[in-house]
């Protein structure tokens, strides 16, 4: 499918997305009862930028009447083989096949940033929504200043300082989202639904930083890119006298709900 602009389809990650992606218990379970509960009993929903399905399977298994779009088949094609009746849609967030009013749910998931028209995105979740439906953007927090945080800050630093930095297309964070939405006159709530813990390794994030398997990697030039990792793994043995060491890492599921 071509695309008139910049966003970014995960046809590239389908092939690790699922292994690079997890889904924490307590969201499994307190997160998805609650986009239930907030789409309301027999809720038509929509999910756009479904992805595998991390987030539409679980709410498939219990019974929602859920469509899925996203403009990665591949993607897709892993949650139809999870869930083989699943209704899904290869769409644009910006260009959405669907009349309007016709959900009283509309759902993203980590999604916003990879959508460059993403304002024109948020204009159509208005449109296909019914007058008293419910926008959720789903996503989980980081809570303080952890490991991850330290690691990620020396990296973009130094990139940055290295060249141009391609920026991912769509909303820089949830607070530009959130700003955008009360300009649209919608209601917002925010949800802190569930804070979860883990223990996560310097070793560990680096390497997932060094995969290239967050897109945050995925476009810069491979030579800078490379540089970037031996400057911080180089960083990083001077930084943690143990790379194998495990530090907590807080975490929240929230759910920011508007309605238009
Ligand atoms: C990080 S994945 C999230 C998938 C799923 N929501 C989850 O939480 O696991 C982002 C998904 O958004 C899709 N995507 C990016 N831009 C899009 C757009 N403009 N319209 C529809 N889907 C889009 C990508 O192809 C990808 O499958």
Known sequence: ????????????????????????????????????????????????????????????????DLIGCDLSLKMMALLRQKFPLSRLAQADASRLPFPAGCFDALMTCHVMHLVGPWRQALSEYRRVLKPAGVYINAHTERLGESIRVQIRRFWEER??????????????????????????????????????????????????????????????????????????????GSEFADLDREYPEDAQFVLDVARF
């Not at 987030?55 to 298994?61: E, K, R, T």
């Not at 949830?174 to 009360?182: G, P, S, Y």
């Not at 390497?207 to 990083?236: C, G, K, M, N, V």
């Open 159 to 236: 990139v940055a300082s290295s060249g141009p930095v391609p920026q991912r297309p769509g909303v820089r964070d949830d607070d530009e989202l959130r700003a955008e939405l009360a300009a649209m006159g919608a209601g917002l709530q925010k949800i802190e639904v569930v804070r979860f813990a883990r223990l996560i390794t310097a070793r560990e994030v680096i390497q997932r930083i060094a995969d290239r398997t967050q897109s945050a990697t995925w476009y810069i030039p491979d030579e800078q890119f490379e540089a970037s990792i031996r400057a911080l793994w180089a960083w990083a």
């Open 1 to 64: 499918m071509q695309t008139m602009h910049t966003s970014y389809s995960f046809d590239r990650a389908a092939d690790f997305y699922d292994q690079t992606r997890d889904l924490p218990e307590p969201v499994a379970d307190a997160g998805i009862q609650a986009i239930l509960a907030l789409a309301g009993p027999a809720a038509r929903i929509l999910d756009v930028g479904t992805g595998t399905g991390r987030i539409s399977v679980p709410l498939l298994l219990r019974s929602a």
